[in-house]
T-cell receptor, first 112, second 115 residues
Framework: LAKTTQPISMDSYEGQEVNITCSHN???????ITWYQQFPSQGPRFIIQ???TKVTNEVASLFIPADRKSSTLSLPRVSLSDTAVYYC?????????????FGTGTRLLVSP | DTAVSQTPKYLVTQMGNDKSIKCEQN?????MYWYKQDSKKFLKIMFS???????INETVPNRFSPKSPDKAHLNLHINSLELGDSAVYFC??????????????FGPGTRLTVT
């Protein structure tokens, strides 16, 4: 499984755009990139997933360059409630079970 | 209409005791998981069941025994509890077939404290 590296923590202010970058230099051809969000005292929550280029949903955007060795989670106009830990995961496709490997995550603190 | 539920939410017990944590999902998913999140917030998979069959068993002491009576339930039994078992345990589930890869639905967690 590809190892991921992301900043331990980031600080931001309400209304700003936050970009969290994850490095995965040894990503395999059939690996997907997935981001999860975890609030204090809650289980992780799926945010977004991508394979290449750009993916956007109602919560975030995911930018993946052509070499796929990194990815950037973009959170537009963050609010206080976006304070959480964000995990970048890389793993292969499976039609059955999924063995997610969580790293240390990035602790995002949004201040007023 | 909770998707993935766990009971109890908090569990405080003494070393050497045997305890169980229950998990239920009403999403109709085929696969369920148990994760352990330690005090340093590292989240690691322990077990996975697909249609009541064990498919992932990470390096977990055999004091931990998952049991799946049906595909909507995956319970975790822990025998002879040790101090190091103190952690938050999360249950999760995922669908099978044409779905978003790696999208799992997590429960609220059970905080186990062994004294």
């Amino acid at each position: 499984l590809a190892k991921t590296t992301q900043p331990i923590s980031m600080d931001s202010y309400e209304g700003q755009e936050v970009n969290i970058t994850c490095s995965h230099n040894n990503i395999a051809t059939n690996d997907y990139i997935t981001w999860y969000q975890q609030f204090p005292s809650q289980g992780p929550r799926f945010i977004i997933q991508g394979y290449k280029t750009k993916v956007t949903n109602e919560v975030a955007s995911l930018f993946i360059p052509a070499d796929r060795k990194s990815s950037t989670l973009s959170l537009p106009r963050v609010s206080l409630s976006d304070t959480a830990v964000y995990y970048c995961l890389v793993g292969p496709m499976n039609t059955g079970f999924q063995k997610l490997v969580f790293g240390t995550g990035t602790r995002l603190l949004v201040s007023p | 209409d909770t998707a993935v539920s766990q009971t109890p939410k908090y569990l405080v017990t003494q070393m050497g005791n045997d305890k169980s944590i229950k998990c239920e999902q009403n999403l109709g998913h085929d696969t369920m998981y148990w994760y352990k999140q330690d005090s340093k917030k590292f989240l690691k998979i322990m077990f996975s069941y697909n249609n009541k069959e064990l498919i992932i068993n990470e390096t977990v002491p055999n004091r931990f025994s998952p049991k799946s009576p049906d595909k909507a339930h995956l319970n975790l039994h822990i025998n002879s509890l040790e101090l190091g078992d103190s952690a938050v345990y999360f249950c999760a589930s995922s669908p099978q077939g044409n779905y978003i890869q790696h999208e799992q639905y997590f429960g609220p967690g059970t905080r186990l404290t062994v004294t």
